[in-house]
């Protein structure tokens, strides 16, 4: 069954600093997603994006946020200068153009705490 | 704004069960609708996808059912184990957006 990578498991950074979580989507995925899900809360939307840009984007991503697909297979998420609150598990997601699978496959997700 | 809600929030059943998880959701022009398990610190693995023009799906022991003009989805779980124990989440689709809005999920226990 083809998955969806999330690099590191966990990351301990400090207030301030900039960190990149990475993800390799399903390879013939064409839709990209990142997710949060601060603890005991629900699961949140950030970003979605295709065709090399953003294609929606939600209230919590602001500019510190922001998204890259550097190459054919990664799929990475920057938060420029973090601040405790963004302390979350962090899910990215793809998910295919046919009628086949139009269905969400999620990673297994990077645990960011900021100290 | 979708708005999604899971009943009950936390159920503790012995095994052999069958169960019915219940999601209900404010905007009915979804375009499908999928429920999720999560355990816990862990990612989310999909269970089921609904079309918004079906009316159920099963896989296995799951049977999840989609009534889209009332806005209910129900999760049905024959003869629960203990590995059946996790958080269940439902997130409808809608039409013009390509996010998913989930619930607050069913945390189920399933004892020996």
């Known amino acids: 069954e083809p998955e969806v990578t999330q690099t590191p498991s966990h990351q301990v950074t400090q207030m301030g600093q900039e960190v990149i979580l990475r993800c390799v989507p399903i390879?013939?995925?064409?839709?990209f997603y990142w997710y949060r899900q601060i603890l005991g809360q629900k699961v949140e939307f950030l970003v979605s994006f295709y065709n090399n840009e953003i294609s929606e984007k939600s209230e919590i991503f602001d500019d510190q946020f922001s998204v890259e697909r550097p190459d054919g297979s990664n799929f990475t998420l920057k938060i420029r200068s973090t601040k405790l609150e963004d302390s979350a598990m962090y899910f990215c997601?793809?998910?295919?153009?046919?009628?086949?699978?139009?269905?969400?496959?999620f990673g297994s997700g990077t645990r960011l705490t900021v100290v | 704004k979708q708005e999604v809600t899971q009943i009950p929030a936390a159920l503790s059943v012995p095994e052999g069960e069958n169960l019915v998880l219940n999601c209900s959701f404010t905007?009915?022009?979804?375009?499908?609708l999928q429920w999720f398990r999560q355990d816990p610190g862990k990612g989310l693995t999909s269970l089921l996808l609904i079309q918004s023009s079906q009316r159920e799906q099963t896989s296995g022991r799951l049977n999840a059912s989609l009534d889209k003009s009332s806005g209910r989805s129900t999760l049905y779980i024959a003869a629960s184990q203990p590995g059946d124990s996790a958080t269940y989440l439902c997130a409808p689709g809608g039409y013009n957006t390509d996010k998913l809005i989930f619930g607050t999920g069913t945390r189920l226990q399933v004892f020996p």
């Open positions: 997601a793809s998910k295919g153009d046919t009628a086949s699978n139009y269905g969400y496959t």
């Open positions: 390879s013939n995925h064409l839709y």
């Open positions: 905007d009915s022009a979804i375009y499908n």
